[in-house]
């Protein structure tokens, strides 16, 4: 890299801090017998397209500006294109994290095009390569309450309100819109925490809804498991995902740099009790040890909306190289392995900037407070790895005498 470091400016340290899951899910019992697990369910909010971010029969914020441009180590650059799968065998169900700037302390269901819109197409629209995606909007608790509890101020929210709806859409999907299909389940903080319950209460005692589970991908939460066991904890039946292919399974992680490790005070990576700690999956490696990653990183630097763009100079402006794509990839840039360190689990994050190479040196623009880590790019900073893992998931899925039927896209109806 050029000598001077070129880093990424930082954030509103508060605001970003309030992507945290702070919603406590409740838990409910079992699930219903094996069969369809919701017969003749219809949700009066769900069955309207317009209460989702993203359906496979609507053209949305998941069928576009998805491109990528690659940065080499040497400076160079191409574009990437992203292509929708043609006939996905498989469905993804996405539930964002705290994003809504709503006034009051439950968001509405009108999505934001700097708010849930934004951040499903950071967290979710590039698995639409492999699969087709579902993702409804919710009254999350908003940033606006988060931040306000940050500060000693009480905004009144529902908390149970998050999950109800969550329940609602998932069920209103299983029962006219999934047909059996396999699905991998994607969430990030408030939204992997909600996800997390619905496992819990709905999947992991439910055999015929186990058996659809492809995999949930539960980003930027704390998922408990007994410490040296795969299952156990949150999830009585649900192991966490330890080999390429594995499928009914969880990949959760927490990310840190590998040279900022979690400090006492930190609220990711945690166990909740003696003799539990936080799931590690590492997407890179799921056996274990280090792997690179594949990260897709907004070109404008905004890790979050509410912050103004930036000037990044992801090469050395002498190259000439112009970005106009709405995304960035750096091969070789990112790589981690899971690692337990005073207590906690988390997934330690290597940046290999060199400063003798015309390429940016860090990212240094997603770092929070160290307690935080960088919660803000859990998801990006592995999106193309984890859009990797569910092909493979998915092949292994429909490879198992299961015959998964393909689905042909529709011609989409535009809102």
């Known amino acids: 890299m050029v ?4 880093r990424l400016r930082g954030r509103n340290m508060v605001l970003g801090a309030a992507l945290l899951a702070t919603v406590a899910a409740p838990r409910a019992g079992a699930a219903a017998v094996a069969g369809e697990p919701y017969p003749g369910y219809q949700s009066e909010i769900y069955a309207d397209p317009a209460h989702w971010l993203c359906r496979p029969e609507v053209d949305d914020v ?42 009051g302390g439950n968001a509405d269901l009108v999505p934001g095009d700097d708010q849930e819109l934004f951040v499903v197409r950071q967290q979710a629209a590039r698995l639409g390569s492999v699969c087709r995606v ?9 940033l606006t309450a988060l931040t306000a509890r940050l500060g000693g101020v009480t905004i009144p929210t529902d908390d149970e309100l998050p999950y109800v709806d969550v329940v609602d859409a998932w069920k209103h999907y299983v029962a006219n819109d999934n047909h059996g299909r396999g699905v991998v389940l994607i969430g990030h903080s408030q939204g992997a925490g909600l996800l997390t319950a619905l496992v819990r209460n709905e999947i992991d005692p439910n ?46 992680y927490s990310s840190f ?3 900022a490790p979690p400090p006492d005070n930190s609220y990711f990576g945690v166990s909740r009790r003696p003799g539990w700690q936080a799931a590690c999956t590492n997407p890179a490696a799921l056996g274990g040890g280090r792997g690179a990653l594949e990260a897709y990183l907004p070109t404008d630097g905004q890790s979050l909306p509410i912050s103004p763009p930036i000037d ?14 709405e995304f960035v990839t750096l091969p070789g840039f990112f790589a ?8 906690f689990s988390y997934l330690a994050i290597h940046v290999n900037g060199d400063p003798s190479d015309p390429r940016i040196d860090d990212t240094s623009g997603a770092d929070l407070t160290p307690e935080w880590g960088l919660h803000l790019i859990d998801a990006n900073v592995a999106m193309g790895t984890l859009v990797d893992v569910a092909a493979s998931q998915a092949r292994s899925f429909c490879g198992r005498q299961r015959r998964c039927a393909t689905t042909t896209l529709p011609v989409r109806s535009s809102r």
């Open 3 to 6: 000598a001077r470091m070129k």
């Open 62 to 103: 998941c069928d576009h500006d998805l491109d990528a441009t690659s940065v080499r180590a040497n400076g160079g650059a191409r574009v990437e294109r992203w292509r929708p799968a043609r006939n996905p065998k498989i469905d993804c169900f996405y539930v964002y994290p705290t994003i809504s700037t709503d006034e």
């Open 134 to 142: 579902f993702a409804p909007v919710y009254r999350q608790i908003t």
């Open 207 to 252: 055999p015929a809804l186990r058996d659809r589970l492809v995999s949930a991908m539960l980003l930027g939460t704390s998922v408990q498991v007994p410490v040296g066991a795969d299952v156990g904890g949150d999830f009585a039946n649900v192991p966490l995902c330890r080999r390429p292919g594995q499928t009914g399974c969880v990949i959760s």
């Open 257 to 259: 740099r590998a040279t």
């Open 312 to 325: 990044v100079e992801w090469v050395d402006p002498a190259l000439g190289v112009e970005i106009r794509t």
């Open 336 to 343: 981690a392995e899971c690692a337990v360190e005073n207590g």
